[in-house]
């Protein structure tokens, strides 16, 4: 499968965004999707998940309450809405595809076999 992830730019401390993946190449349906983010001079870190039914959502506690990821199978795309944006959401985002049996939302990064080229938010305080 093919990800392709957009949305992202500069916001004020405050503001907001909304990330798009769109996937192609197979049943998204049937993936759990993912996305992480990497600031410069960090590791990989999770941010939100939601399972291939979507009945299972995880985030990550730096997140909950300001983040909302959902898909819409029908355009084979999931999206991070991302509001109340801190400095410390600076980084280059990346949504993820996992084709796992269960109907889960995987936190680690290793149960993904399919990543998007990233799209960058920088958050100015």
């Known amino acids: 499968v093919q990800l392709q992830a957009c949305g992202g730019g500069m916001v004020q401390a405050g503001g907001s965004l909304r990330l798009s993946c769109a996937a192609s190449?197979?049943?998204?349906?049937?993936?759990?999707m993912g996305w992480f983010r990497q600031a410069p001079g960090k590791e990989r870190e999770f941010v939100a998940a939601?399972?291939?039914?979507?009945?299972?959502?995880s985030y990550a506690d730096s997140v909950k309450g300001r983040f909302t990821i959902s898909r819409d199978s029908a355009k084979n795309t999931v999206y991070l809405q991302m509001n109340s944006l801190k400095s410390d959401d600076t980084a280059v985002y990346y949504c993820?595809?996992?084709?796992?049996?269960?109907?889960?939302?995987?936190?680690?990064?290793?149960?993904?076999?399919?990543w998007g080229q990233g799209t960058l938010v920088t958050v100015s305080s």
């Open positions: 190449g197979r049943t998204f349906s049937r993936y759990a």
């Open positions: 939601i399972s291939w039914s979507g009945n299972s959502i």
């Open positions: 993820a595809a996992a084709g796992g049996i269960g109907d889960r939302a995987y936190r680690n990064g290793y149960d993904y076999g399919y």
